[in-house]
């Protein structure tokens, strides 16, 4: 499964790395985030624990993971590995590139699915994927462009 999210944003790429790597900050400007909680910060290792909701009409359903995390500012990029949670092994990079009107920001979700009998690679790709992955991430990338957009 591999999901990819870009957006463009009318802003300085800096300014849109920086709001995309501080994402103790996410919960304060993206309302669909419930939590991101650092549990880690030794020896150069960041382990962040990440909860948000995924509307849907009528209800929100909560999600939870658990991901190292390694920012790169020279490159504009945030690693991810999800190490617990259901999209454990789940890699995402973000990274944000500089484009004639401002910023490119892009965020690339890359799974093999849960570890599910006969299911789990069907799961990622038709639901986990699409339905989950791609409505929170296109909601973070747009929470973003607002924040950095309005200052």
């Known amino acids: 499964m591999r999901v ?3 957006l463009r ?3 300085a790429p800096d300014r849109v790395f920086a ?6 900050r996410w919960p304060d400007f993206l309302p669909h985030y419930r939590w991101v909680r650092e549990l880690d910060s030794s020896g150069g290792r960041r382990v962040v624990e990440m909860a948000a909701w995924r509307p849907f009409p009528g209800f929100r359903w909560p999600t939870w993971w658990v991901s190292e995390m390694t920012v790169e500012p ?5 690693r991810y590995r999800h190490v617990r949670g259901i999209t454990t092994g789940m ?8 484009v004639e009107d401002g910023a490119e920001a892009e965020i ?10 006969l299911i789990g690679k069907a799961a990622a790709a038709w639901v986990i994927g699409p339905v ?5 991430a296109s909601r973070t ?9 309005q200052q």
């Open 91 to 98: 890699d995402v990079w973000w990274t944000v590139r500089a």
């Open 9 to 11: 944003i009318a802003a």
């Open 108 to 117: 690339v979700h890359q799974w093999a699915g849960p570890r599910w009998p």
């Open 74 to 78: 020279a490159r504009r990029e945030v």
């Open 132 to 136: 989950f992955i791609h409505s929170i």
């Open 141 to 149: 990338l747009a929470g973003i462009q607002r924040l950095v957009e």
């Open 19 to 24: 709001a995309a790597s501080e994402v103790a």
């Open 4 to 6: 990819v999210d870009r």
